[in-house]
Structures are given as C-alpha cells and as structure tokens.
C-alpha cells in the first residue's frame, strides 16, 4: 500500500500527503502557486541566468532542487525558461539537480496526472528523467538545459555536485525532520555555495517556505546572511538566506533577536550542549554579527 495520498485544497489545487509524517507536501494555495510566489518570483531566476555572463564566468549555471516531491519547482523552473525569449550569452549552461529518497510520491501523482495540470503537459519528460536519467534540452533563448535527478538523501551526493547558484530548499517541515535543517545540514549547503574565501563574484541563495526560528539560526551559524521572504496565502513569512549580504531586502534585524531570546526552540536540534549558558551567549554573538553583515 502507497504511503501518500492525493489531497485536494479548497482553491481547486492538488497535493500529495505523506501517511507517515501525516504532512503534504505542500500548503493550501497549492504546489504551482507555492513554485510561482515562494521559489521561481524570489529567485528572479531568468534576470540572475542573464546577469551571469558565460563568457567571463564559463561555469554552469546550477539550481538544487531539494527535494523534487511532485516536481512542481522544477517544472515551473523548467516551463520559465521555456518562455523566457531574452537572449542569454552564448553557451550559457543551467543544470537543475533534482535530488529525492522517494520516488514513490512523483509515481502516485503521475498515475492521476489529470488532477496535476504541470504533470499532465510534462509526462514524458518526467517519465524519462525517473526511467532512464538526465534529460537535455536546448532552449529557444540559447540556454542549454540540463536536469539530473539524484536518487537518496541530498547530503550523500553533495560531494559530488558543482556550486549552487540557487537552493530551492523544499523538505518536510523542521517539526517532522528536524535534523534535515540542522547546522550540519546548512553548514554542508554552505560548502556548495559561491562564498568568500573560494574566488568568487557570484552570489548563492537559498529560499525555503519555513520560517522556524531554528532553522534560521542554523542558516546564520553555517554562514548564511538570512532575511524574510514574502508571505503567501498559505505562509505568514518564508526565509532567504544568501552569501551577499547587499542583495537581502529584508535582512532579520533586532527583533527578530528579540523574538530569539523569547522562542522556546531558538537552537537547531544538532547543535551542541544546548543549554550550556556559555554557548547561549556564543550563539548570540554570532546571530548579532550575522545580522549586520559580518
Ligand atoms: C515538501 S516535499 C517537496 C515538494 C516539491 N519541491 C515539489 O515541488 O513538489 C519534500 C520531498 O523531499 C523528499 N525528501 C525528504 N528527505 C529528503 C532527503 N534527505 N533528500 C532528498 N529528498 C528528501 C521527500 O520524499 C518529499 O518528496
């Protein structure tokens, strides 16, 4: 028997529940608007593809896509660039890393692909990339598309994936996995990201829906410059976390320091010796430089 189940949301929209964690796997508005407001408009992906001149910086362009789930983000990244008409620089390369334990959830949803709009124009490209591995698609803008699925937990392949341009970070929630947004979660995302002292102009970002206390501070002690993201129908804020500390609109500030010190869950699940006073303080230091840019 399936452990997922296909959920309908009250705007028309479909979902997918986990029956173990008795979560879905996405909010009430539904996996293409969350793809549309929380990931693709907060990335301003297509502007970042074209910032990213090929001819000075010839690395590929590269998104992690943790996890695929029912593929909306990668789709909706996918049809983006589809539609995208501006010309990027010759040769400019985007590889979209799909990374996911459980297949067992896109193939449910694939069976009812009438009830998943994005699912049922894109059936045979899923179906490729689940059966027989990475597709290739040249694009009508010059970019030459490429998108790999890698099959167990993300952390396990990091090693061997190139730099991330953008995180789409997109797990089950912290309260049900609370050691998939740890510190040493963040701090191996971190190693994968174009940051300061690796010689670099470019810039990593990161965009989860969760606003979990947690999960920020995690970000910020791994080395992450963290501000808010915009609130959806089904989300009253989400998170950003970058490597440019400049391109945050909304960095967290005093109060949400404030709202630190209150939060009886401030410290991710894997940081040591939680209660010791002295590494309180630490952690304060820390989150207080991190808020000003340091
Ligand atoms: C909230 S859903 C993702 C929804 C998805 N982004 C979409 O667009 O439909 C979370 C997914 O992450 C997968 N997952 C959980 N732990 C993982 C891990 N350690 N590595 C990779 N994928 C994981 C789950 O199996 C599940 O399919």
Not at 72 to 98: F, H, K, Y
């Amino acid at each position: 028997m399936s452990k997922h189940q296909i959920e309908s949301f009250s705007n028309g929209s479909f979902s997918v529940r986990n029956l173990e964690l008795n979560e879905c796997m996405h909010s009430s508005i539904g996996p293409w608007s969350e793809a549309q407001q929380i990931y693709l408009a907060q990335s301003h992906l297509v502007d970042r593809i074209l910032s990213t001149d090929a001819r000075s910086d010839s690395r590929p362009f590269v998104i992690y896509d943790i996890g695929l789930g029912i593929a909306a983000n990668a789709l909706a990244t996918l049809e983006l660039l589809r539609a995208t008409t501006a010309q990027t620089s010759p040769g400019r390369r985007v590889i979209l890393m799909s990374f996911e334990t459980d297949l067992e959830g896109i193939k449910d949803a694939l069976v009812r692909h009438d009830l998943f709009p994005f699912l049922d124009r894109n059936t045979a490209i899923i179906q490729k990339l689940i059966e027989s591995g990475p597709v290739s698609e040249k694009l009508g803008n010059g970019v030459e598309f490429d998108w790999e699925l890698k099959v167990g937990d993300f952390r396990d392949h990091l090693a061997d994936c190139p730099l991330a341009d953008i995180i789409f970070f997109d797990l089950y929630s912290p309260k049900s996995c609370p050691a998939l947004w740890g510190l040493r979660t963040f701090q191996a995302l971190f190693q994968k990201a174009h940051a300061l002292p690796k010689k670099t102009t470019r810039e990593t970002l990161l965009i989860t829906y969760s606003a979990s206390t947690a999960a920020r501070t995690a970000l910020m002690l791994a080395g992450f410059y963290v501000g808010k993201g915009t609130s959806t129908a089904g989300k009253k804020e989400t998170t950003l976390a970058t490597t440019q500390f400049s391109s945050l609109e909304s960095p967290l500030g005093r109060d949400w320091i404030e709202h630190w010190r209150r939060s009886s869950r401030p410290v991710p699940a894997d940081y040591p010796d939680l209660q010791e006073k002295q590494n309180q303080s630490e952690i304060l230091a820390k989150l207080l430089l991190s808020i000003q840019g340091n």
